[in-house]
């Protein structure tokens, strides 16, 4: 079992910079076994893809629209994964959310769907104000 703890969200200007935390406990494996994604929801739209990265930390994929702005990380010997949010815009103002599952990042097709993760966190608010 998996049981993912968001962190870092709040409410920041426009152009500020956030890092999200994601705080993994896992039984029976080891936390490099999982891929980890982001993803984040606004209000009344659906979830959407934000990066992955894999298990090991060797290949990362982003979102074409956050290339640049958003860094996908890594810590496997502390059981935790990061979202650095950078030049941050009042449409970056969503529930952000960390996943993560074995086998998610077969491929860079399947790693954007939200059904290819079945471990899921509660969620921290990021706000931005213009």
């Known amino acids: 079992q998996v049981q993912l703890v968001e962190s870092g969200g709040g409410l920041v200007q426009a152009g500020g910079s956030l890092r999200l935390s994601c705080a993994a406990s896992i039984s029976g494996r080891t936390f490099n076994n999982y891929d980890v994604a982001w993803f984040r929801q606004a209000p009344e739209k659906e979830r959407d893809f934000v990066a992955a990265?894999?298990?090991?930390?060797?290949?990362?994929h982003y979102t074409d629209s956050l290339k640049g702005r958003f860094a996908i990380s890594r810590d496997n010997a502390k059981n935790m994964a990061y979202l650095q949010m950078n030049s941050l815009k009042p449409d970056d103002t969503a529930v952000y959310y960390c996943?993560?599952?074995?086998?998610?990042?077969?491929?860079?097709?399947?790693?954007?769907?939200?059904?290819?993760?079945?471990?899921w966190g509660q969620g921290t608010q990021v706000t931005v104000s213009s």
């Open positions: 996943a993560a599952d074995r086998g998610a990042f077969n491929s860079y097709d399947v790693v954007v769907f939200t059904t290819s993760y079945d471990y």
């Open positions: 990265i894999s298990g090991s930390g060797g290949r990362t």
